[in-house]
């Protein structure tokens, strides 16, 4: 690969995720500061991108991968998102914010798929060379997260704007390179496609797996926890008077960056069970820890919540990527890894944040939450798939394995 090429690429993911960091991260506190919203009506902001995750499949697999360029859609979604992201800062009730929350997310959501399209057209091994410049992506959340913090923009209202216009400002800037990446010519008209393949109904066939079947079924209920962080970590942090909160949750980011180091040695050494079984674990321990941390003594406790989320995300979703790739077999593989992020995603992330909102709500305590009770929601929801996950899955060493 050319270094032009590769800079291009590593440019792209850069801003790629972090026009995500930007804004998705302390959208939650923005909402409950500038819009007065409702823990329901947070909860349905940020389920826009799981219905944004289960409708991009067929954009992607019926429309743009077959008639047009990728590098150009991606420059038009980009550019047509930055419009819009400047539009969310013009509202000051939810219902609209709401909308072009949704729009936007099904404009972005099919870039990341373009993204990483473009970047294995230019690449002759994309195993070894991917991993460097998917890297970028982590890299370009994790400054984001660093500059919001550093900048103090969450301390308040006006500030929060900036948040906003920041993401506008790097999507504008994205959807201009992307016209000048490396051309990645669309697919063969003539290739069969259709709305089942895209929705990656070939890989039904791994349901006939009773263990795989028992590993799905826990993959969706632990994007109920899941969400719970997503949408109101952040706005738990600063409720509670964390200063710089987005900054210290890019430690979560370095945690990720770190522990996915270590799947492929621990994939094979103690198996798929045991390493599922450390992720859904983690989830319990990350917010028992938020639970009962607080600025005082129990300090610790609120960054280790933060650092758990490499073991929370990497030993659960990660390894679960490589568990369905390892079950699908090259056949269908790829149907099998949009059937996997369909289901959790989007549909496993579209109920958790309405969940979520609903309990953020209940618990809601005068001007503040009741943040231990919140809390304990998806601690106990975490420790009830780790159950049932220990009894019914049951999966021998040698099939869950991957070779080599």
């Not at 301390?155 to 994205?174: I, M, Q, V």
């Not at 890989?203 to 826990?218: D, E, G």
Request: hydrophobic content about 55%; charged content about 10%; overall charge positive.
């Amino acid at each position: 690969m050319k270094p032009v090429t590769a800079f291009l690429l590593c440019l792209m993911m850069f801003l790629e995720y972090f026009v995500w960091g930007s804004w998705y991260v302390t959208m939650s506190t923005y909402m409950g500061t500038n819009l007065h919203a409702t823990g329901i009506q947070i909860g349905a902001a940020y389920s826009a991108l799981a219905i944004a995750t289960m409708i991009s499949p067929f954009f992607i697999g019926l429309i743009a991968d077959r008639f047009f360029a990728a590098q150009r859609i991606m420059g038009v979604l980009h550019l047509a998102g930055a419009i819009l992201l400047f539009s969310a800062t013009t509202v000051s009730v939810n219902s609209p914010f709401y909308w072009i929350i949704l729009v936007y997310s099904l404009l972005y959501m099919p870039t990341i798929a373009l993204s990483n399209s473009i970047a294995f057209y230019q690449m002759v091994d994309p195993g070894r060379q991917f991993p460097w410049i998917r890297v970028f992506g982590t890299l370009g959340w994790i400054v984001a997260g660093l500059l919001i913090g550093g900048m103090q923009w969450e301390k308040s209202g006006t500030t929060l704007l900036n948040t906003f216009y920041l993401a506008s400002g790097a999507s504008a800037l994205l959807g201009l390179i992307s016209f000048f990446l490396p051309n990645t010519p669309p697919k063969a008209k003539s290739t069969e496609v259709t709305a089942t393949k895209a929705l990656g109904t070939d890989a039904f066939v791994l349901f006939k797996s009773k263990s795989y079947l028992v590993f799905f079924i826990a993959a969706i209920l632990v994007c109920i926890p899941l969400s719970f962080y997503y949408g109101f970590a952040n706005d738990f942090l600063n409720e509670i008077g964390m200063k710089n909160a987005a900054s210290k949750m890019i430690l979560g980011q370095f945690s990720e960056g770190l522990f996915i180091l270590a799947i492929p040695f621990l994939f094979n050494r103690i198996g798929v069970k045991k390493m599922l079984m450390m992720g859904m674990t983690a989830w319990m321990l990350r917010y028992l820890c938020f639970a009962y941390g607080n600025l005082g003594s129990n300090l610790w406790m609120l960054y280790a919540g933060i650092i758990l989320h490499g073991v929370c995300y990497d030993f659960f979703f990660v390894t679960g990527y490589m568990y369905t790739e390892n079950k699908a077999g090259a056949g269908i593989k790829n149907a099998a890894q949009g059937l996997f992020t369909f289901a959790t995603y989007g549909v496993g992330m579209f109920i958790g944040t309405w969940f979520s909102g609903f309990v953020v709500d209940n618990y809601k305590a005068g001007p503040g939450h009741d943040w231990l009770k919140i809390w304990y929601v998806p601690a106990y929801i975490a420790l009830g798939v780790l159950i049932y996950f220990i009894l019914f899955f049951r999966e021998k060493r040698a099939a869950a394995a991957i070779s080599g």
